[in-house]
């Protein structure tokens, strides 16, 4: 009898500690080394994120996240401005807002190594939303790799 518990709890911690690494997030990805670009869907004005992540020994190594409006230009320094001026300075400061967010959610994935745990800024919701779709997208590319 006792040897039969000391198996079944034996069977419980490695049950625990391989179910720990998928839903606590200890090497919690098992896709392929490399590279792997991500797109997220488009807004309700066409504006898309795009992801670059890069997985060595089943970790994110490196993320890059940038979003780019309707016409392909990425929103940078100059998102915000109309014909390159700062003609609302609330309007060019919030999408500044959105822009320094980008940076956030890639450094943060990168540090945190779960989805799950990147933090919305507020102000920055639809870039929080682009970032999680277009990671999701990477992330299928790299366990189709694996």
């Known amino acids: 009898m006792i040897k039969k518990r000391a198996g079944l709890y034996a069977l419980a911690v490695l049950f625990f500690l391989s179910v720990s690494k998928t839903v606590f997030g200890a090497s919690a990805y098992n896709y392929a080394d490399g590279a792997y670009k991500g797109l997220s869907g488009k807004d309700d004005r066409g504006a898309y994120g795009e992801v670059l992540i890069t997985f060595n020994n089943g970790k994110i190594a ?85």
């Open 62 to 146: 490196d993320c890059n996240f940038a979003t780019y409006q309707k016409d392909g230009k990425i929103k940078d320094e100059d998102y915000g401005k109309v014909n390159g001026e700062i003609s609302n300075r609330d309007y060019y400061d919030k999408a500044q807002l959105a822009v320094d967010a980008m940076e956030s959610y890639a450094r943060q994935l990168v540090e945190v190594q779960k989805l799950s745990k990147v933090d919305v800024i507020a102000g920055a919701t639809v870039a929080h939303e682009q970032f999680l779709d277009a990671v999701e997208d990477a992330f299928r590319q790299a366990k189709k790799a694996k």
